[in-house]
Each structure stands twice: as C-alpha cells, then as structure tokens.
C-alpha cells in the first residue's frame, strides 16, 4: 500500500504517462471541461486543494522543463500571488502567454488535474523535460 506521496490513483496513472515534451494541465475550479482530455477532479471545496498545492505534490514525482500561463494572472492577482508561483517553480522556466493563446495549448496535453483554486487565471500547462 502506498502510504506517502500521491495517493490517488487515478493521478498516480496520469503522472506515469507524462514523457518529454507531453504536457498536462493543472487547471482551477472554474476551467472549462475538454471532453477529449482524461480529467482527474481532485476539487474538494473552495481553494482544496489549490493549483499551488497541487504544484508541489507533482513537482516530487516528475521532471518538467517548462511552464506556461496567462499573463492575466499576473494583471488580475498579488504580488504576493505572483511571487508564489515563482517560488513554486523553483527552476523551471515560465512562458507567460495571452490566456486565449494558452487555451489553444490545452487540447494537445494529454491530461488535465482541476482542483479547487479560486484564484484569478490560476491555470498552469507543465511541460515533461
């Protein structure tokens, strides 16, 4: 039994599959559905967990090379918000790109985690190094 780490399994399957160069989104509450993407809903109430939160958890699991998000975020939230998502990244580089040009990302990821998040833009597309 698996008993630290990720627990779900589902997001567990969805990890394993990521290779170079795939994609997977990390999305919040209010992010459209994309029926031809596996959708792994781990929202629990509002900001449960966060995309932040959930960030940190994949970060243990996998390796990524690139990060992509709305600029929006960085008009519509805190510097403090910012300065989180910076600091969540850690090395990994961030392409912030016009939200309408970032949902045209989305069909090509081969999953999409939506949480709970409540903040503004919050959306994140991680690239497999």
Known sequence: MINSGILNPQLLSLLAR??????????DRGFPFWPQIETV????????PTVLQVLAAIRENGVFGQAYMAQEFFCNN???????VTKALGAIPLLREP?????????GAIGLIR???????????????
Do not use: C, W
């Open 18 to 27: 990521v290779r170079h160069t795939n994609t997977l989104v990390i999305a």
């Open 41 to 48: 809903d781990i929202s629990l109430v509002d900001d449960v």
């Open 78 to 84: 805190t510097l403090d918000s910012q300065h989180a």
């Open 99 to 107: 939200h309408i040009e970032f949902k045209k990302r989305v069909p």
């Open 115 to 129: 949480t709970g998040d409540t903040t503004q833009y919050a959306n994140m597309i991680l690239e497999g190094a």
